[in-house]
């Protein structure tokens, strides 16, 4: 590496920028305190993700099994639906949000986590906690509503809905008698 210092000692080759550095007198500055880049991006990102990182998980367990729709989270469509299921055996008492995708298997949606914070490329991803917020948001049972009347599946067991009635409410005559 070849520095620019005409009061080179070393011919102006150096191995390393450091050896360039203690050529012209500077030496490191940095100190522990003294952030790097990696931190500046962590906390860049941490700035930038919606404070739903810090919500309570018990809200979200509260929200029932069942279909629900709300506005767009990522502005590419109208609205996205979600299916929210109850764990069962091991999983009891864990609530999991899949996302509902017309002609496709229900695609499995990534949790909040702190590693992710590190890690994440696209802070503006659709994660499991910004789903929920968003059917917490407009309000459980009008997301349920809503889910029915635009897909016309009943917003509980998900079958197609037939009638008038059940169409205009999303929920089919057994499951609003249940």
């Known amino acids: 590496m070849r520095c620019g210092n005409k009061n080179?000692?070393?011919?102006?080759?150096?191995?390393?920028?450091?050896?360039?550095?203690?050529?012209?007198?500077?030496?490191?500055?940095t100190s522990p305190n003294h952030p790097t880049?990696?931190?500046l991006r962590v906390s860049e990102?941490?700035?930038?993700?919606?404070?739903?990182?810090?919500?309570?998980w018990?809200?979200?367990?509260?929200?029932p099994a069942g279909f629900y729709a709300t506005?767009?989270?990522?502005?590419?469509?109208?609205?996205?639906?979600?299916?929210?299921?109850?764990?069962?055996?091991?999983?009891?008492g864990y609530t999991f949000i899949k996302?509902?995708?017309g002609g496709h298997d229900d695609a499995s949606i990534p949790r909040d986590s702190k590693r992710r914070v590190k890690t994440e490329k696209v802070p503006e991803k659709i994660t499991q906690a910004k789903a929920f917020a968003a059917i917490l948001d407009l309000g459980v049972d009008e997301s349920t509503a809503l889910f029915g009347m635009e897909l016309k599946y009943c917003?509980?067991?998900?079958?197609?809905?037939?009638?008038e009635t059940s169409r205009s409410l999303g929920i089919g005559p057994i499951c609003r008698a249940s």
Do not use: M
């Open 71 to 92: 506005p767009s989270l990522t502005g590419n469509n109208d609205l996205d639906f979600w299916r929210v299921e109850k764990g069962k055996g091991r999983w009891e």
């Open 155 to 163: 917003c509980k067991c998900g079958i197609h809905l037939t009638d």
């Open 37 to 39: 880049a990696e931190d």
């Open 45 to 56: 990102l941490k700035a930038r993700l919606p404070e739903i990182l810090v919500q309570d």
């Open 8 to 29: 080179c000692q070393n011919d102006r080759h150096h191995d390393t920028v450091e050896q360039v550095r203690a050529c012209y007198g500077v030496t490191p500055t």
């Open 99 to 101: 996302r509902v995708i």
């Open 58 to 63: 018990e809200g979200f367990r509260k929200i």
